[in-house]
């Protein structure tokens, strides 16, 4: 995993990290850039430890993503896709003011719970820089 996820890395079509807990430095989770969609975009993809839930990692990693996307890779807009019934993964965006843009009917099913049926929700460079920055930088 580690072997692929330097050479996605180093081909720019996966940027992977793993989330580290600063209390006890272990390794509670993951995120991404996946170079899954369109010129001009790019999709953030996170998990956390199931023992590690609900203390705010997927939102702090996705904060990081989200500002290292429009930082290094000069991309115009950041999505986030899930599945309609993965609740915890849909009440990380809003937090950090992503719009949630549309459905998408084509989702796989990769696991048993997932309904085929996504959100995917957007955030823009303009957007970003406007709540987290202020306007003028
Ligand atoms: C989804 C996932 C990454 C969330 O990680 P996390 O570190 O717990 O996320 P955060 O703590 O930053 O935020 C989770 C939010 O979901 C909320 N939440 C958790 N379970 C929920 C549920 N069943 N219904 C609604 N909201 C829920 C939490 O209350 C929290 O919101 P809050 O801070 O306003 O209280 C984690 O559950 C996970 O790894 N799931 C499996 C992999 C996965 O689904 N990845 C995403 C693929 S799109």
């Known amino acids: 995993m580690l072997r692929q996820g330097e050479i996605a890395f180093d081909a720019g079509e996966v940027f ?3 989330i ?3 209390a006890t430095s272990e390794l509670v ?3 991404g850039l996946p170079r899954w969609i369109g010129p ?3 999709e953030i993809g996170y ?3 199931s023992d590690r839930t609900g203390r705010g990692y997927a939102t702090a990693a996705a904060r990081a993503l989200t500002e290292a996307a429009f930082d290094h890779l000069g991309v115009d807009y950041v999505e986030i896709h899930m599945d309609q019934a993965n609740h ?3 009440a990380v965006p809003p937090k950090l003011g992503y719009l949630l843009d549309r459905s998408d ?3 796989e099913i990769l696991t048993s719970g997932q309904t085929g049926h996504g959100w995917v929700w ?3 460079r303009e957007r970003w820089r406007t709540i987290h920055r202020g306007p003028s930088s």
């Open 40 to 42: 001009g975009g790019i």
């Open 20 to 22: 580290y807990e600063p």
């Open 47 to 49: 998990w956390v430890r």
């Open 29 to 31: 989770g993951g995120g």
């Open 105 to 107: 009917d084509t989702s």
């Open 16 to 18: 992977g990290y793993f």
């Open 122 to 124: 957007t955030m823009t």
């Open 88 to 90: 915890a993964s849909a």
